[in-house]
């Protein structure tokens, strides 16, 4: 089964986040926007997926790579963060709301299950830190993201006619009620058990027998 590890999102991740948000968005975010909310500990939570690759990522690049690469390499080592970051998302505390701002897996890692195993570590997150409900937009045409939403128990409350500039399309807005009520719970530990794939979740605070 493969093994993906899920972790806070830091400056050194941004490189590769930014590589996938530009592939994946039509209106990408900038690396400063992801700086803005990281800075913002307090009330943020972004986290990114790896898939760890020890065997290589253990040796030192090749003498002839930039001295920035070598950096990053030093420093993956030494927070335990070797692998290929693959998706990530985030999501912002607003009083008693936890706004999903974003979500994306790379197109080769897709169907794997790695966007559940995200949403599951936000959720968790969100449970513990006292947020009471979820709630995120969609593009209307979004039926991929709507149904791993759904999975996560959002339905849909409201749309926003118009919202994304870039053609003009509706926002579906979604919500979960409430997250912390137990049938909730046992809906994230059925997604949770349902996963074929085995994440490690290196969040502090965080542990499985969290459901
Ligand atoms: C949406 C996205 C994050 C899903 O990532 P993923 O890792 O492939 O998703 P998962 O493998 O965890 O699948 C979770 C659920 O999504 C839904 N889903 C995934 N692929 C689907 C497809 N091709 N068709 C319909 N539903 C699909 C299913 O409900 C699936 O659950 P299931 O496997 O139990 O049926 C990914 O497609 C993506 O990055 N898209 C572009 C960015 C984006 O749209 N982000 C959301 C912005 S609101």
């Given at each position: ?104 897996v790379g197109p080769a890692y897709r169907n794997r299950g790695i966007a559940k195993a995200l949403m599951l570590t936000m959720a968790k997150w969100a449970i513990k830190s006292g947020i009471q409900w979820l709630t995120l937009e969609v593009r209307r045409s979004n039926l991929v993201a709507q149904n791993l939403y759904k ?61």
């Amino acid at each position: 089964m493969e093994t993906i590890e899920i972790s806070r999102m830091t400056y050194i991740d941004l490189e590769s986040v930014c590589e996938i948000e530009r592939i994946v968005f039509p209106r990408p975010w900038t690396r400063s926007m992801f700086e803005h909310d990281l800075a913002r500990s307090g009330y943020t939570f972004y986290v990114v997926a790896r898939i760890p690759s020890p065997s290589t990522d253990t040796r030192a690049p090749a003498s002839r790579v930039g001295r920035g690469v070598l950096k990053h390499w030093r420093a993956s080592l030494q927070t335990g963060r070797a692998g290929r970051i693959v998706g990530y998302g985030g999501m912002l505390r607003v009083g008693g709301e936890g706004r999903i701002s974003t979500l994306a897996v790379g197109p080769a890692y897709r169907n794997r299950g790695i966007a559940k195993a995200l949403m599951l570590t936000m959720a968790k997150w969100a449970i513990k830190s006292g947020i009471q409900w979820l709630t995120l937009e969609v593009r209307r045409s979004n039926l991929v993201a709507q149904n791993l939403y759904k999975k996560f128990g959002f339905y849909k409350v409201a749309v926003r006619e118009g919202y994304y500039s870039d053609n003009n399309e509706d926002a579906i807005v979604m919500w979960t009620g409430d997250i912390t009520s137990p049938n909730y719970k046992k809906l994230l530990g059925k997604t949770g058990r349902s996963l074929n794939i085995n994440v490690i979740e290196r969040i502090e605070g965080l542990v499985e027998t969290d459901l």
